[in-house]
């Protein structure tokens, strides 16, 4: 099996290095992240499940751009909606009759959903989801869970990082994930200064195993928090429509207040939306928030197409079952080369990693030989199937995984 | 001359309010800032510099989707750089190589700009900045204009906004504009704790006479700000490119450390960018700041088109001599019914107001007037012109104005 090689990607690295800092920055930034060697720093086409890079090399995609692409890129159905509105009208003076349409499809989808607002970045709603639940409460403190992501708004970054305050983050507590003591006790220290409780339905840090919710721990979660008087936000940016597409907490059976979605729910054209119960409308009304392309009509439209197209396939289903036999595959391939492959989290976007060295440097040497043959792989953050994903791509995927097994075994201090 | 109706929008807004809190929100609500009787809520068209409603009422467009519109809805050249990309990769699990050329463009045609870092609203950069100079300076501080707008994030927002708290406001700093005096206090006053200073180029409050720097002022900025070891921002995310092409600073004449430009840079697409100097690369490389959608191609090659389309027009100069032609004809016709109408802000995009009552009342009454009769303004934000008006659309745009002031007149309570 030949191995790639980099050579314009590299060319057009030393370009970007000259114009822009680090080069390519946040999560798309190479370094410390995923293998440097064997990154294709630079993409002008993807179909379907693949994307190629500009040195030609072609790769089956388990990033799916971190989460957007979840039917395929360029799905037929749904660019021709977004470009059937784009040719009458995508930014305007005035909103466009496609947001009424999805926010009605989104409270019919939704159980949690009375109403939707709708915003550009994951972070524009989980910023509003805070700003609602101060409002409605009038209180300061919001509980979050530690490693939790939110986005890169201040508040919700990690201290230490450059350009934050301490004062950024004085009223985000941060406890354990599925520690329902934890939670009792900053209840008890803190209740009336609490307006909410955030988290992702699951827990899925980077650069560690994933973690779904214990037995009964969302329900506890929402029971303590109402009795507080307090709110519970759902951060389902990520996981959102790959779970269940009447949002994740439908998957593990609670109901929160709000719920955060982006990514995955136009298929990757640039979206979010909070969706509230009924008692949050008013202050969803309230609080000021929006942005100069909040209203651009054509994501509107796509989103209504992926939303249906993900519902005919029974998106999640499948990608949890396409999850189950990629895992299965690699976990079972990488026995018999002697590793321990751990897999954690849902499986329509598992976390995998070799626990033989009790950090994540096999696991990056690995998949940079996945890479380099057509699989591309991160080391340190979940994966991503889609609808587009194969039986067939699997199938070629782990002939892929089981050659990059075998370079691993070969390459110098990677014997597990 | 025959006054518009609105039924279908009203009908539409009744499904909305039932699934959207306040049914159209932010920036594009209706209520308190534009005439309600005449406010066309949903389009579904637009082309050039006009948009048409729902209920198919025709509207010359001098809000211009609020700024990001500057060559004219659907251009062609645009359109058609956006969806050459789009065919083959929007988004992508890595970097495009139009974001790289998109950063060459700007550090060529911007002084100020050695690097440039890409986002998708403008409040993402308006943060960036902020936090670009909390690292460089170790400092905390920032020193705001009253009044001035950055976007909705909380430490921009005003005290008593809902669901936004005292201490998001706790380190920056409000003093008037075009008041040196002022900010030589703050600076005796806090001068080691303050990391930077931002503003727009010129003041563009809402339901207020807009101002332009007073000689000087910029330049004196800058030098008490950087013999304080402090940086200069500049908001340019709406005046961006309406004023000059190398950033609205060039315009007069000062360097500042970082500038954030949105809105017009891809005439709709969503799109934000932040450029700077060489020696805050480093930092800028050091700060965590990402999104989902922060790296889709279509934009940047919509960028790219749009900017060198304003370079070829040379559409800053083409856009300010539209708007004296607006600007004189209605301040003429004003005074030809007894109003006075004042104009303020720069000329391609003016802020209007008819002085004779002291508030914005009669000059909401007229804009509702000119609504009905199709030139889309409001009563309480700056307008904007775009390139694709013309003398003929100007023309008819001062027929319909002539005709508002006589309904002005004959209205109840509305004398001057």
């Not at 909103?95 to 709708?118: G, H, K, N, Q, Y």
């Not at 929402?222 to 519970?232: A, D, F, R, T």
């Not at 936000?233 to 009447?246: A, E, K, P, S, Y």
Request: aromatic share 10%; with cysteine.
């Amino acid at each position: 099996m030949k191995t790639y090689t980099y050579e314009n990607s590299t060319a057009l690295f030393k370009r970007a290095v000259k114009v822009i800092p680090c080069g390519v920055y946040g999560h798309f930034s190479p370094a410390p992240y995923v293998p440097v060697d064997a990154y294709p720093f630079f993409s002008d086409r993807a179909r379907g499940a693949r994307f190629w890079d500009v040195d030609g090399n072609e790769f089956i995609d388990y990033m799916c751009a971190y989460g957007p692409m979840v039917l395929g890129y360029k799905h037929p159905e749904v660019d021709a909606a977004f470009l059937k509105q784009h040719v009458e009208s995508d930014a305007n003076s005035v909103a466009s009759p496609r947001m009424v349409e999805l926010a009605e499809l989104l409270v019919d989808m939704i159980p949690t959903a009375d109403w939707a607002f709708f915003a550009r970045n994951g972070a524009d709603v989980t910023n509003m989801a805070v700003m609602v639940a101060r409002s409605a409460t009038g209180r300061k403190k919001i509980i979050a869970i530690k490693g939790g992501y939110h986005g890169t708004t201040p508040w919700m970054q990690a201290p230490g990082h450059h350009g934050i305050l301490e004062e950024d983050l004085q009223h985000v507590i941060r406890i354990p994930w599925n520690d329902i003591k934890a939670l009792e006790t900053v209840i008890a220290e803190h209740g009336p200064d609490i307006a909410g409780f955030i988290a992702t339905p699951y827990h899925h840090p980077v650069f560690a195993d994933n973690e779904l919710p214990a037995d009964g721990y969302w329900q506890k979660v929402v029971e303590l928090l109402h009795k507080n008087g307090s709110l519970v936000i759902v951060d389902d940016v990520r996981t959102g429509f790959r779970l269940h597409l009447g949002g994740s907490c439908e998957r593990y059976g609670f109901k929160p207040d709000l719920i955060a979605f982006s990514k995955a729910i136009a298929n990757g054209y640039a979206l979010s939306a909070l969706v509230g119960v009924e008692s949050l409308r008013v202050d969803a009304a309230k609080v000021f928030h929006t942005g100069s392309f909040w209203f651009c009509a054509g994501s509107f439209a796509a989103a209504m197409a992926c939303l249906k197209e993900l519902q005919r396939l029974d998106g999640a289903n499948l990608m949890q079952a396409l999850g189950k036999r990629l895992t299965e595959g690699i976990v079972s391939l990488a026995a018999n080369h002697g590793y321990t492959m751990k897999v954690s989290g849902e499986l329509s976007m598992p976390y995998m990693r070799i626990t033989d060295d009790g950090n994540v440097m096999l696991q990056q040497a690995w998949c940079s030989e996945c890479t380099k043959r057509g699989a591309f792989f991160t080391s340190h953050h979940n994966w991503f199937l889609s609808t587009a994903h194969t039986e067939e791509d699997i199938k070629h995927t782990l002939d892929i995984c089981d050659e990059a097994f075998k370079a691993l075994k070969n390459s110098d201090g990677a014997q597990p």
